[in-house]
């Protein structure tokens, strides 16, 4: 479960989804997103503004099962798009807002509740912000909250049992209690286990197998492959090991 509430998660979308949209206008729509080479700007733009909409009907319906999505990601002329999206993220804002007390909604994890699609779009959203920033080279940040964050829901769909159906290298990751320890600057870590039945992970610091340090927004980079570690103890063939297994 995250430690953040709807307000601080909504906000964060609507912040994220501002610097996105004025990273992606600021650039050439059919360059190259290096983070995501096999996409162009506008693939971006348009992945993202529909995963938003996509989300957001889903809430609105309290679909029990997947809703259609888009049969092109595509966003429309440029000069439309920070409209477009920012108009996205508030639909996905507002249907988590406006659910009714004890809905559920589907999701890749079975049924939950809707504020699990506000905070997954938020973490998409963030990657996605950073992936825009480093094609058309506009500044980038993120609250430590927000990086803590979104570290903790990857690592927790990860742990998912059910996240094997989706991505089955997962099944690579089971092991024998071996650690892998994300060690941030500042505040609480997070502590990796593989088991026999799949990965374990918690917040929580101490040794490891292998430990990972530095600033949180870095650990946000290194763990969804945007960026590689810079400071690691221990040993590190385990920890390219996961990476390589977690690439989406």
Known sequence: ???????????????????????????????R?????????????GHVGHAHRWTAELV??????????????DPGPQDTWARWLTDGAQEVVDAVQEAPAGARVWSMTGPTPPVFWLRRMLGDT????????????????????LAADVISEG??????????????ELAELRGRGETIVVRPDSGQGWVITRTPDGIRCDRGSGDGDVVVSGPVTELMLVFTRRVPPRDVAGDRALLDHWLAHTAF
Do not use: N, Q
Not at 126 to 145: E, L, Q, R, S
Not at 155 to 168: D, T
């Open 155 to 168: 690592m927790g769909l990860l742990a998912e049992p059910s996240a094997v159906e989706f991505k089955p």
């Open 33 to 45: 997103v290096p983070t995501c080479p096999e996409w162009r700007l506008r693939d971006l733009a």
């Open 126 to 145: 963030v990657i996605h912000h950073y992936d825009a920033a480093a094609t058309t080279g506009v500044a980038f940040d993120v609250a430590g909250d």
């Open 1 to 31: 479960m995250t430690t953040l509430d709807t307000a601080r998660l909504a906000e964060g979308l609507r912040v994220h989804t501002a610097g996105f949209a004025h990273a992606v206008t600021g650039g050439d729509p059919d360059a």
């Open 60 to 73: 609105r319906l309290a679909a029990s099962e997947p809703v259609a999505a888009p049969a092109a990601d």
